[in-house]
């Protein structure tokens, strides 16, 4: 396990989205692992039955023509092509080129760009020819997105989704329940580093960065094809609460 580097970000940091340009973050081989991996991670990964569900509920619950932020969207396969064709806006954001090439030609009705959740702020200029700023949200997806970060970041991410949301906005996200922070695993032929906790303590992290956890579920998933062992997966159903 790596030490994390980084200042305490205050609650006004917070609300503001000022903490990550006081944080070191090392992100180093992430991007490239899943550039390598491409198309295989739907091959690896063919049931995705907690994530289509929790992608419905945010389906039924969001109002017609909303806009939903998908964060960490892969290939756009099946959160971000399921929400578009419920007549959803969607905008998805990656940190891999290939896994955006994948997802544009997936979900052509969405749109995606190279934007890391580690730098995401309402109002942030983006590399070439992207948003200037995303705007505000009804909803947002973190699917598997948020184990990707160092713990220590992890809330400083919940909070600049609470802050990107509209008021009582949704939020839906799933990680693999484990007591682990920035450990290095395989991982269809690469190296990834990826956090997680165990139940109670992710439930007090999302209620801490301002959203209420209307419902949870929980699967028992072991990949298809892959070097990682069987996991559970917990998939969190939240609120914004003001």
């Known amino acids: 396990m790596r030490s994390q580097k980084g200042d305490v970000v205050s609650g006004a940091d917070y609300h503001g989205h000022k903490g990550y340009s006081r944080l070191e973050i090392d992100r180093s081989g992430q991007a490239e692992a899943f550039d390598a ?3 295989r991670y739907d091959e690896a990964f063919p049931h995705k039955e907690g994530q289509l569900q929790s992608g419905q509920w945010m389906v039924d619950a969001l109002p017609a023509g909303a806009r939903v932020l998908d964060v960490g969207s892969g290939t756009g396969l099946p959160t971000a092509r399921q929400l578009s064709d419920a007549g959803h806006e969607v905008i998805g954001i990656d940190i891999s080129p290939v896994m955006l090439k994948l997802a544009r030609e997936n979900v052509p009705g969405a ?15 983006y590399g070439p020819g992207g948003p200037r700023d995303l705007g505000r949200f009804d909803g947002a997806s973190a699917f598997f997105s948020l184990l990707m970060l160092p713990r220590a970041e992890i809330p400083h991410a919940l909070r600049t989704l609470y802050g990107m949301l509209k008021p009582q906005g949704l939020l839906v996200l799933s990680m693999v329940e484990a007591d682990v922070d920035d450990f290095a695993i395989p991982f269809l032929g690469n190296s990834i580093r990826v956090s997680g906790y165990l139940r109670d303590e992710l439930h007090q992290v999302v209620h801490d960065a301002g959203f ?22 917990l998939f969190l159903h939240c609120r914004r609460r003001a």
Request: hydrophobic share 40%; net charge negative.
């Open 212 to 233: 209420d956890v209307a419902k949870e579920e929980s699967h028992a998933y072991a990949p298809a094809s892959t070097d990682v062992p069987p996991e559970l997966q």
């Open 111 to 125: 749109s995606f760009h190279l934007v890391d959740i580690a730098q995401l702020q309402s109002g942030a200029p």
């Open 37 to 39: 991996i491409g198309d």
